[in-house]
């Protein structure tokens, strides 16, 4: 039985002549919503802590499948935290079967990362099914510990009082009953995918898209967080749904007054890479940065490997290193880091069967 994520997949990975004519359209297509649809882009200076375009130096492979019992083939979706000295990971796994999950990491060094033992989800009171793109984070309000994760047609949630206890995680609970209409009226031939938190002062947002062009968002107070969450809106959208498909990260850029946001395309050639643009507000509108496949965020084009070997031509779903590990979700604009997902070349019979790793992107143009 193929995964939500699978199927999903395997049309866009039919790339041919519908790809190559989104690629062509480009970011041009990207609108913010219809009340800020007509806003003038930023001017240059207002970046100057995070350059136009981007260069990266890429690590090896730094964490595989386990050899076990749960037959596990890919990892994938990484979302990263640093607690207490400690490195704490949770991913989506994909086995044989094609069925998804995820596992939980810890570790001291990414050297040792390699090493870590997983917890699995069924081995916590998350359990099986199809639960799978986790992103983490320490909710400072309650002194809790959030897992936020797609479950097919909505999004849910797990807490721990503990991270450092891998299996303490809770069993689901969701935000919404069911899929919202918005999503309903505007998905077409996606899914919804990749549940995002971020939270200023005032309030907490979730993102989400549907592999067809459109990021959605909701909002609650930060009192309220996790309950009340509103219905969606359509944040940004762009027609060419492969350059704007999915795996969105908002980040606040610390010290600049911003917020970067990544969203993952396919490009002419079929391989993954990252988009981004800039926004003074969660809640504003996003405005280019790096989002072309002339000018990407991440991609093989603008990446060297530290080996000299490029084991991976595919630059997909990830989390950039934090400063901190809390609901603000903050990142330096110095010296960025990104982990994330990647596969060795080859031709595969599905997205199911292939064999992801994690690896890790350094910025080498740093503008500080």
């Known amino acids: ?22 690629v062509a359209v480009g970011a041009v297509g990207l609108t913010v919503g219809p009340a800020a649809a007509s806003s003038p882009q930023l001017p240059g200076s207002f970046n100057r802590h995070l350059p136009g375009s981007f260069t990266w130096r890429s690590s090896g492979v730094l964490i595989s499948p386990h050899s076990d019992s749960h037959d596990i083939i890919a990892v994938k979706d ?43 989800a069924d081995q916590t009171a998350i359990g099986t099914g199809y639960k799978t793109a986790p992103q983490l984070f320490y909710y400072a309000p309650r002194k809790l510990w959030y897992l936020v994760y797609q479950t097919g047609n909505n999004i849910g949630y797990s807490t721990n009082r503990d991270i450092a206890n891998l299996a303490g995680w809770s069993a689901t609970q969701y935000f919404y009953s069911g899929m919202p209409p918005i999503i309903t009226q505007n998905i077409g ?11 200023d002062r005032a309030n ?3 993102f989400s898209m549907d592999d067809n062009g459109h990021l959605y968002r909701s909002q609650t107070s930060v009192a309220d ?3 009340d969450m509103s219905q969606p809106v359509i944040a940004a959208s762009n027609p ?33 890479y990252f988009t981004s643009y800039t926004s003074t507000a969660i809640n504003g509108s996003w405005n280019p940065l790096a989002n072309t496949e002339s000018n990407p965020f991440i991609r093989s084009t603008n990446v060297t490997f530290a080996s000299g070997t490029a084991w991976t031509q595919d630059f997909s779903s990830g989390e950039m290193i934090r400063d901190s590990y809390d609901q603000t979700l903050t990142v330096s604009p110095c010296h960025i880091q990104y982990v994330y997902q990647g596969d060795a070349p080859g031709t595969y019979s599905s997205y199911n069967a292939i064999p992801w790793r994690l690896g890790m992107v350094t910025q080498t143009n740093s503008a500080c």
């Open 1 to 22: 039985m193929l995964s939500i994520r699978s199927v999903r997949t395997l049309a866009a990975l039919a790339v041919g002549t519908a790809v190559a004519i989104a």
């Open 78 to 120: 990484p979302s990263v935290v640093r607690y207490h000295g400690k490195w704490y990971v949770a991913a989506s796994t994909v086995n044989s079967s094609g069925s998804y999950s995820m596992e939980f990491l810890s570790f001291r060094s990414w050297s040792r990362a390699s090493f870590a033992m997983p917890v699995y």
């Open 189 to 199: 031939s996606g899914f919804w995918v990749d549940a995002w938190v971020i939270c």
């Open 204 to 206: 907490c947002y979730l």
């Open 225 to 227: 967080f996790p309950n």
């Open 240 to 272: 060419a749904r492969f350059t704007f498909f999915e795996a969105d990260n908002v980040y606040k850029v610390a010290g600049t007054g911003q917020y970067l946001l990544i969203v993952e395309a396919i490009g002419s050639d079929g391989h993954r």
